[in-house]
């Protein structure tokens, strides 16, 4: 997903204010942060259910 793409996401999420969203300094800071978070993991495994 490009920048534009995760932007768009957070948007429709409606969690971060627009004065947030359209500052273009502060998103390019947070974008790499962002990104990272979303990011799937696939070294990441849910525990075995224990029988």
């Known amino acids: 997903m490009d ?3 995760l932007l768009a996401e957070i948007r429709r999420l409606n969690g971060t204010s627009s004065v ?4 273009d300094e ?7 942060a962002l ?5 799937p993991r696939s070294s990441t495994r849910a525990a075995p259910v224990p029988r």
């Open 35 to 39: 990104r990272a978070t979303t990011r």
């Open 26 to 32: 502060l998103m390019r800071a947070a974008l790499p």
């Open 3 to 5: 920048d534009n793409g």
């Open 20 to 23: 947030v969203l359209n500052d």
